[in-house]
């Protein structure tokens, strides 16, 4: 089968189209006809060396949607439509970037009677995974809640805003450019906020009480002033790196923590564990909503699978304004 494959850390040119053998599945894994894929910050991490040197052959992508091959236990069948994502692709086994990959059953999702296109239904697990587990089952949300998301045009921001809309949240969404507040709105953004680096005074503008909950995708860099913009009791859950490495420096937990205000960081290494099951995961009905169009698209791009090294040039442009998928 085709893959791609880093053999040294270096741009997108590092990533190389090779034929690799594929791995048959042992009792807890099933093997995957690969139909598409989204692309994700982690891998142009690994494939830049931010994530550690690669002192042997690497093959990046941490999720995936197409057609069972083969599942010794029988518990999915040839041809079943699935998404994948996590449970060790790219870091302890081999990614997503292949025709085929070999994955932990438990991490395997089935998309029930989805007429999704390929391309839509690759945007939906490593995005909307990390949604769900930080916005239900760690934030806890409600309807009727308020909800503050930092950094809300990356890909998982914008999944955030339609998964939060969709469950009868009001959503502020910041952004650094003027230019995507109408896209925010499309999405279900009730308020948009340009963010220059402070944002709580014009939240709590706003909402003077403070927002109910706050989803942190900047990271490290922001999360300071995210807190002072939550009520007390509220949570803040923090769920990206993109402002840097995930430290803060002189941290005063009473003169920085406003009262009683709960901060957590959520990790998508969790999918398929003990601790966060995917066997009652939305990914199904997000699927279903989109198709009848009750939930917008956040795919912004599809490329063809010859062409993932432009593709990676894009991500590390910093250009790309929702999720980026590639068929095969």
Do not use: C
Not at 90 to 102: D, K, L, N, W
Not at 166 to 193: C, D, F, M, P, Y
Not at 266 to 280: I, K, M, N, Q
Request: net charge neutral.
């Amino acid at each position: 089968m085709k893959a791609y494959v880093v053999e040294k850390v270096g741009g997108p040119e590092a990533l190389e189209l090779r034929d690799v053998d594929s791995v048959q599945p042992g009792n807890d894994e099933v093997l995957i006809r690969i139909k598409a894929f989204g692309l994700n910050r982690a891998e142009a991490y690994l494939r830049a060396g931010h994530m550690g040197e690669i002192t042997a052959p690497r093959t990046p992508g941490i999720e995936a949607v197409g057609e069972i091959i083969n599942d010794p236990a029988g518990i999915f069948q040839p041809g079943q439509r699935v998404v994948t994502s996590m449970g060790g692709m790219q870091f302890s086994r081999a990614g997503s970037y292949a025709e085929q990959v070999t994955v932990l059953r438990s991490n395997v999702v089935d998309l029930g009677n989805s007429n999704l296109s390929w391309e839509e239904l690759a945007s939906l697990p490593q995005a909307y995974l990390t949604v769900w587990g930080a916005l239900t089952k760690s934030l806890k949300i409600q309807k009727g809640q308020t909800i503050l998301i930092r950094g809300a045009t990356s890909s998982v921001g914008l999944a955030a805003v339609a998964y939060a809309k969709a469950h009868g949240l009001n959503v502020i969404a910041t952004t650094r450019s003027a230019e995507r507040e109408s896209r925010l709105k499309e999405l279900g953004a009730t308020h948009v906020i340009i963010d220059q680096g402070e944002i709580s005074e014009q939240v709590r503008a706003l909402y003077p009480a403070g927002v109910d909950v706050a989803l942190e995708v900047v990271g490290a860099a922001t999360l300071k002033d995210t807190i002072k913009a939550i009520r007390p009791f509220g949570a803040v859950t923090v769920i990206g790196l993109l402002g840097g490495a995930p430290v803060i420096e002189h941290l005063h937990l009473m003169q920085d923590l406003p009262s009683a205000v709960s901060v957590n960081f959520f990790p998508s290494g969790l999918f398929g564990t003990a601790a966060l099951p995917l066997t009652d995961t939305p990914l199904a009905w997000i699927a279903k909503e989109i198709e009848e169009g009750k939930m917008p698209s956040i795919v912004t791009q599809v490329f063809n699978f010859t062409d993932l090294r432009r593709a990676h040039s894009l991500i590390e442009s910093n250009q790309a304004f929702g999720k980026l998928v590639v068929r095969i």
